[in-house]
């Protein structure tokens, strides 16, 4: 069966024969693994479809479990990111993100918009990089159906101003409940990493230019919502956070 779809590359391995693998996250189809004789080396438009971070339309071949790329459309290139290193390793984190946090061959139409307009922003920022990750990740975990509670204390259910991010309860820990702070997975938070969490879930990406949260607090929710993240969708540490970490 021949279709077609839009999607985003999220990687690529090269195989025997000249072929690759690639990992698509499509619009139609969800992230699916793909085979492809294309080559992001060669020439023409063949080959700027099959580059990282590329939107495109995807010519599709589907036989049982087997898919192979035939060809492609560039609609979206992004290849400034590709130009400069840290929206590359931001981008990378991204896109392995989403990797992690999807299953294959479940559409997910509005996480795919959500890669879109991330990747798009990401290319035309020239700073506030963490406040976009942030709001990206809180975003895709929204979703799919994963986000944390943050209205109100995940124990007793008070809406008082809370003092702790608890990864196993879910969400904010008020003063007056009593949580296990020895297991690596309890955050001090205060009310301007809360409000910021709460602010990213219902705001459009291309209106937080302006948000701002201060070096260190930026630090402390990046941190909580990926570990939040990995506690939740069970994965380990991404290969890209020790590029963003240096």
């Known amino acids: 069966m021949f279709t077609e779809t839009e999607g985003i590359i999220l990687r690529q391995t090269k195989i025997a024969g000249g072929r690759r693998m690639v990992l698509l996250f499509s619009e139609k189809y969800g992230k699916i693994s793909a085979g492809t004789g294309l080559n992001e080396r060669g020439k023409g438009k063949n080959a700027l479809v099959m580059r990282p971070f590329t939107y495109g339309k995807y010519e599709l071949f589907k036989k049982g479990n087997f898919i192979n790329i035939n060809g492609g459309e560039v609609l979206q290139s992004h290849y400034r990111i590709g130009e400069d290193v840290d929206k590359y390793m931001e981008a990378s984190f991204a896109l392995e993100f989403v990797d992690k946090i999807t299953e294959e061959e479940m559409p997910l139409y509005g996480l795919f918009e959500l890669m879109k307009v991330f990747l798009s922003e990401l290319e035309k920022r020239k700073s506030k990089y963490d406040i976009l990750i942030i709001a990206f ?110």
Not at 150 to 167: D, M, Q
Not at 220 to 239: C, E, P, Q, S, T
């Open 137 to 246: 990740m809180m975003k895709a975990l929204h979703h799919l159906g994963y986000a944390p509670e943050l209205s109100v204390c995940t124990l007793c259910g008070n809406k008082k101003e809370p003092v702790y991010f608890s990864i196993p309860d879910g969400g904010v820990v008020c003063d007056d409940c009593d949580t296990d702070k020895s297991n690596g997975l309890i955050y001090p938070v205060n009310f301007d990493i809360v409000n910021v969490l709460t602010f990213v879930v219902n705001q459009p990406i291309e209106r937080l230019q302006n948000l701002a949260l201060g070096e260190d607090n930026a630090r402390i929710a990046r941190n909580m919502v990926l570990d939040y993240a990995k506690y939740h969708m069970d994965f380990g540490k991404l290969k890209s956070e020790s590029f963003i970490n240096e």
